[in-house]
């Protein structure tokens, strides 16, 4: 069964404090990891995707990286329009083409 | 339009009553999920369409459950006689459909079942 792990469920940063997300995941054949954003009461606002391990992407203040077995996201001084709760998905190989999520980490950055 | 567009955004509904749910694509994604977010959960899948076809329904919780697509647009998910644990948010995506597709999503409609 396909899984996405997030940690930390809820994380408080002081504005200008760096820090990681992490996604862990078990997929049977991995065609894409997805980060998205989500704040309250709106829907998921895409981020990045990731195809391969190694490969690494950047926007602002973020950046996602890639192994085989996990994902991260690192967040380079944050300011506190940060603020939301970071999901990650898998695309599981074969015929599906959901996407299976992760619970996502809320993550406050306090002025 | 410029987004996923999804109506209504909020449904209080009494247990026992049926609901529609409306999701309006982004113009010329051929692809639409839909996928429901509980309290404390993560993004639950629920049912994927290719144009009007429906290949991958493994997420509808049960069979009071369905959606259709019409026109390779616009989308509908029914909820028949409803129960309290069907309270959620559900959102809806649209993707161009291509190998390495990228799912957009709406701002979700907010179910309350009394």
């Known amino acids: 069964e396909d899984q996405v792990t997030q940690s930390p469920e809820a994380l408080r940063l002081q504005e200008g404090e760096s820090s990681s997300l992490n996604c862990s995941y078990t997929v049977s054949g991995l065609r894409g990891l997805f980060w998205y954003r989500q704040d309250p009461g709106k829907g998921p606002e895409f981020l990045f995707t990731?195809?391969?391990a190694g490969e690494e992407k950047e926007k602002e203040r973020l950046k996602a990286t890639l192994t085989k077995k996990e994902s991260f996201l690192h967040i380079t001084a944050p300011k506190p329009e940060d603020s939301a709760t970071y999901l990650c998905a898998v695309r599981p190989g074969g015929g599906a083409d959901g996407l299976t999520f992760g619970k996502g980490t809320h993550l406050i950055i306090q002025p | 339009g410029a987004g996923v567009s999804q109506s209504p955004s909020n449904k209080v509904t009494e247990k026992g009553k049926d609901v529609e749910l409306r999701c309006d694509p982004i113009?010329?994604?051929?692809?639409l999920y839909w996928y429901r977010q509980s309290l404390g959960q993560g993004l639950e899948f629920l049912i994927y369409f290719q144009g009007n076809s429906a290949p991958d329904k493994s997420g509808l919780p049960s069979d009071r459950f369905s959606a259709e697509r019409t026109g390779g647009s616009v989308s509908t998910l029914t909820i028949q006689r409803t129960q309290q644990e069907d309270s959620a948010v559900y959102l809806c995506a649209s993707s161009l459909g291509s190998a390495k597709n990228i799912q957009y999503f709406g701002a979700g409609t907010r179910l309350s079942v009394l």
């Open positions: 113009s010329g994604h051929t692809a």
């Open positions: 990731l195809y391969s």
